[in-house]
């Protein structure tokens, strides 16, 4: 009986999301960055507070803020949570009107508290402060060309690079950000400020989400409407490819600084990253993701007892699969929600024993069952494989995978945290072969097309309807190598 | 404009569950306590850890681990997380294959560390700690009697009254263990440990739960099973009305102290307390809340476009009201899963502005629908009718209430943190009256025939279902007045 | 060269008292404790809080006060030292005008939280605090016979048996007090406070020192008048041997519990213990100091170059020597002041490369000399041998050894934590053996006779100066042992 | 009664040198920075650890430590004291044998941990690390040359345009750095670190001071010498007036980038900067300053009862007027040694009542004598005046005030936080005029002539005994403004 209880638990490593709870069994692919921006509010400080506190799934690892009164800058960044970087006296000591907010994703040992953002220059005419999200494809070779000509750098971040090119432009502040903005080829979405102005940008091709609005006389951006929600602020309008808008003494001015190009916003944003609760081009997350449930039972039904979802970002698809089958959803699978980073890890001995601290299969909902398993993605495999012999260790007579998006295949240049293109499982392998690997009774993965439906309303016409795909096509809106040299991952 | 967002905010006081999230916006219906305990495991503190983690829902100010190896005990107490309580220095200190441990939800002003479970005791055979879920009904005069013949108290809790019943008698230790359980009129799971012995004693109603569970050599208590799966234990059986376990040097002894009365399990332990992957009486909970909702829909349908849920309890149940009445099952309600003890409440202007903290009801969802709000119960009215504003403001046009327990009339005598019956709103109002009280467009409870139909099972023949339903229906089921004098509340 | 260098540095363990700097190269001998009471005070919680922390030398482990309006307690205890365990918040939630107070220093493994004073009790008539400095060496007797009739104890300190003789009683309060005192053996000062009342009282002998005080309206005590001095107060007069303070809405009422015995003031507070801006019975401790350097210079003067002092606490007898002799006083040994609990220990391999953390010969003043260095006492010898060694390894020609206090022999049964008599040097060895142990040149300890002469005053004409000497000449002033069982060291 | 008591007592502001305890008093009279670094020793971040805690007196606010092994930095940098910022963990994260670090006290508003040193860079040959005592008078100058040509700054300190000179220089980095180097007018000690090299270097007036020292086949700098002595390592000799050091694989190369100009060591690091057991050029300090003591009693004899220094840093100076007068040295003022940043401060009712935190008047040593108290200097005025008459309060008949320094009449541009002309009391008033302020009977300062005499050995046939008494006399070594603006105070 002990070796059917051990070989029943699951264990997914150290990474844990305590927020969203989503990626602590997707190991390979994590968040990104969150950017929140004020302009016009007399308690900037603590509207940001909140905002970025809606925008922690999106980053987990540092926070900061900087905020201006229109003569100097405050700010304060730290390593942690939100709620752990910034205490009431800090929050106080913040004044100012303006702001600029980042909360921080980091890939591994670049995370030092020099990296955090909002970076800080102190250049010719000032102060300026820089916070994105995204990545900058071409940053090293700019890096480069900077230093030779004596430019030194204080982090390894590559938003470092927008503040030299401005602070070496003989031009003035707009136009030089213009300038700079004009050179670098990637995903991002950039919020600039100086004790002036407060500058929002989007990449040409809109990858990166960035939206608006509006509280009272006050303006607001943020990466997800969630943000807006949680401060009782309206919702406005996504920023545009390719727009700079300038926010200053004069109020606002919508300016681009580039041709938008192909609108390409990032699918992933869609199937896994933003919260259920955000908009993304005014659809509801949880409402486009109940859709992909829904197509992906049109595509790939199955005969089953129970569906569950992989928690919890696929709770959202998997009731839309019970609906449109009739199957009942059930809850299968459970997160234990108080894990944390400062959570007691066990020992080799106890672990084998079977301690589980993530993830755990609820036997009598499964047992004896014909299990329909919903997830969003595969990238290894490997949490799969081990969501599966959980089940089936829990008793389910079978176990189908259904995941609502197709298979990822190709690394992301745009700011998402991807293993190399060796490690992706659907980069080599075909269906038939992943589903023997993650030991499934059957899989299937949503069509490009299905995606394109779920998510639909008015990008339906759009290219690809307005997504950028390449992760699972191949097909990159923007150049991806420079001096034959490939740079993704995220920038900030 | 903003005037109407800033109607459609709610605010919900300063407690929040971090785990569960359930009781945030419940200001009055507090959890009692959990009680975990080992015996036969060279790493019983590490167990304890994941044990009394799974249980943290029960009890969020203090935790509490005290460990023996057969010669001298070991203990740490402290307010907070179990997570936070802990370190890894700590519980590698607690050495010994024996331990209880306790976490605790204490009703105000008396969250005095000195309170925190396991209390520790030394008496003429030595070394005595006791932990307890429940509360003793006559503890208060058993206390004054203790007192006037001159005993000491460290503590406002009224566990201590055990330890002294057992140091006053002159009989060896689990016959003395015995007399004082008899003297004992409540509803209460008991641990005791020596450095000899582990007792685990259960009221003669059974009205706590406690459960037994097995890994390897090694026994398991628990109040849920749910820390049975963390550890990767088999669940064996619960503990019976009356029933004593002695486990010592010669194994686990079964006796009992005093014959089994009717069988009454607290029904809040069904419809709220415990987690969806618990087992009560053999039957997962997360189901026995759907057929709450499925039977709900059979007693009082209501035509509507969608069905939504109070997070995170009511969620099973909305499923199953989904389920069984074909209307779809949507994100109305989204609770913000960071906020915690240590977030910045916003300042006045703020919350007038409208940044909410727990809750939001997300627009897009339902704007110009007719939506069916699934909670589990109503205490006081005020949180409820703070929801139905917040679905009205967010474009709901009709909110129908649907609450899948009978109306709480009645203080609980056994462990659970009631307000006085005069703030209970079922106690003085009618159906109609609440319905109008909280806004709603129609409002209908589970009846108690359908609470025993949904909980189900083996229990179905006995007297109401094996249930303590006191709070509804004012049948406790022992004496509730000592001296004139009425004890309700928790004990521990 | 680098060999005498290595073998020039001192290691003294790691204990470090960071407050008075005294303790760090005395391994052996450990203070004791020290209590501060306020009767009449509305901030009585501030005043405590200075007093406190003027009191910290006497320990350093646990602190905690408790606080009375004449309603309810209010107390807070804590590991660390004062400054660690209050804060703003906690001082501001310390509501009352009757307060007692307590600094501990413990002896090893018993230093849990539970034994940190004021201990708080519930018994028949209210609430009970208690806090102690001394011994009371008939304690495990009466705890044994408390035990036997049914009490249990909540910590391992004795001084749980006052409030257990005190709850027994069929007495008022005042009167039980008078019993319980009297049943006690050994050297104590006691402030015990309730919601009426606060009692003040001193062992038959005066053992412990215990003072009064006032500021304004407010009476103030104190193990020292160093307290007195930091918050603004008035000292008034020592608390007489066998004497009972009882303070209550009445005012101050002072009584006896038990005929003065023999007058008999520890003398290491003299030597030692107290703090040099301290007065006791009448005189400041740094000019007695600097009288038993001046008389330790008539009674054993050598020809030297020049004279230091082994700081902190010998500065002052080290400058008496110089004056008297006309030796100049010099900065020979210099101790590092940063040092605390928090410190990083080196690792073997630094610590042998010759990092020292605590004391260091200053080479550019000892180079070349003979060195009188002056000391308060010997304890076991080592550290003497390695204070000795490091100015001969930093160039030293002579070191002549100068103790101000006779040899100590014997341990302390009334509060000071001694080794066993076995490990005291001067117990089995002459001073020529114990000058060849610590490598010295010369060695001379102070008599006892000059030792009261500089403690002089009024003290002259008593037994033996009114000093208890029996760590020197083992003349001890009351029982020391009990049911054959001996027991000394610190009973808080 | 009380009246005399409130008066008695010092309110001294909330600064506090928790090591030295020696600015407490002096609100305005600030320390500067330490260095320290290592070349060749595999435990460089824990020698660093010990050396730097030796020179926490120089500054308390920020610690950094910036280790290599010839391929990458590791850093660390933190708000507070070396104890503090450090633990083990990141201690054995600092691999390397090669580092720098750096104590930073800070001006005001400007003490972000962004300015905590080593400041680290990026440019074009790799990384750069830099940490530096001192003030570089034309920085404001250079610093908007290099924005003008797009240059951006990280910091608000000065030692950051070092590293943009070196970016920009198209030689080699040694060359660069003597380059850069000239370009620096004022008094600085500059440690510089990259993989391959270390760098040290003097300004040409060799006005702060800096040291080597070995440990094995290591080389140690240290600001002073106190910090070799507790690692246990060899003092060797002081950095030259103009040197540059430079250390890599092939050993210690000795440079120098500039001529020798007048040597003119800063007299405020003899006076009073300085720790009594470090050496410079050659002497002990505790002994320069008991010559002070010596000196000015020869030049100014009073006839009284007691001679008192200010603790910490004027007891040796008092024991030395002891001695040359024989008047006996007393122990008239007392220090409460564990107030530090942490500690409570009182109320304004409990400050008016007479709570002193840091400095109070001995009574049974002062009362009823005339009183020489010696201190190092006169700033404002007003913390004399107020230790005067905590003397007087406490008895004294005479107090007469005699300063171990000429008076102190002009800004410091080399490193020390000095206030404004303006503010320096002896800049406007005659010594008559001064001592009736601050309430003497009669006010002696130290002659120039004196205190070169005091400070003796070698240095007696240099111009002004190789000292700057600049603030003193008005001669300072070099231009002190650029561009017609003045800058003065500290640098790092």
Request: with cysteine; charged share 25%; glycine share 10%.
């Amino acid at each position: 009986m002990s070796d059917e209880i051990m070989t029943q638990r699951l264990w997914t490593g150290d990474y844990y999301n305590e927020g969203t709870g989503r990626s602590d069994i997707f190991d390979t692919l994590k968040e990104e960055c969150g950017v929140f921006g004020v302009f016009g509010h007399p308690e900037a400080a603590s509207l940001s507070y909140y905002g970025l506190h809606a925008l922690q799934h999106r980053g987990e690892e540092s926070a900061g803020l900087c905020v201006t009164n229109g003569e100097s800058f405050n700010y304060h960044r730290g390593m942690g949570l939100v709620k752990e970087v910034f205490d009431r006296d800090k929050l106080e000591s913040l004044v100012g009107d303006r702001s600029i907010g980042h909360v921080r994703y980091s890939t591994s040992g670049d995370s030092r508290l020099t990296n955090a953002q909002p970076l800080i220059f102190k250049y010719r005419d000032g102060d300026l402060a820089v916070a994105t999200n995204g990545n900058i494809v071409n940053a090293p070779k700019i890096r480069r060309e900077l230093e030779q000509s004596g430019s030194i750098f204080q982090t390894t971040s590559d938003t470092e690079v927008i503040a030299h090119l401005i602070a070496r432009s003989p031009k003035e502040f707009v136009e030089a950000a213009k300038d700079a903005l004009r050179q670098l080829v990637g995903g991002f979405a950039f919020l600039l400020l100086t004790n002036d102005k407060l500058l929002v940008a989007s990449d040409p091709n809109g990858l990166r989400p960035l939206t608006m609005g509006r509280l009272g006389d006050a303006y607001l951006f943020s990466s997800e409407t969630c943000a807006f929600e949680v401060v009782g602020a309206e919702s406005i309008r996504d920023i545009r490819p390719g727009e700079l808008l300038v926010l200053d003494k004069n109020g606002l001015r919508e300016e681009r600084y580039a041709a938008p190009e192909r609108k390409a916003l990032c699918a992933m944003e869609y199937i896994y990253f933003s919260r259920p609760d955000s908009d993304l081009n005014g659809s509801n997350l949880h409402a486009s993701r109940k859709r992909m449930g829904q197509v992906m039972a049109q595509e790939s039904f199955v005969d089953a007892d129970v569906v569950t979802g992989v928690p919890d970002s696929s709770i959202s698809a998997a009731i839309g699969y019970a609906e449109q089958t009739g199957i009942p959803y059930e809850l299968g699978l459970i997160k234990n929600k108080y894990t944390g980073r400062t959570f007691i890890q066990p020992s080799q001995e106890l672990r084998e024993q079977g301690v589980k601290m993530k993830l755990s299969a609820v036997r009598r909902v499964v047992e004896g069952k014909r299990v329909v398993m919903i997830d969003d993605s595969i990238v290894r495999g490997t949490t799969s494989r081990r969501i599966v012999n959980l089940l089936r260790d829990a008793g389910a007579t079978e176990v189908h995978v259904r995941i609502t998006s197709p298979p990822f295949k190709n690394p992301c240049f745009y700011g998402i945290d991807t293993p190399d293109r060796g490690e992706l499982i659907a980069s080599a392998k075909s269906v038939e072969e992943i589903c023997k690997e993650i030991n499934a009774d059957s899989l299937q993965f949503l069509t490009p097309e299905g995606l394109i439906r779920a998510v639909g309303g008015d990008n339906q016409d759009d290219y690809k309807g307005g997504l950028c795909m390449a992760c699972f096509d191949n097909d990159y809106p923007t150049r991806t190598d420079f001096d034959g040299e490939e740079k993704f991952g995220c920038t900030c």
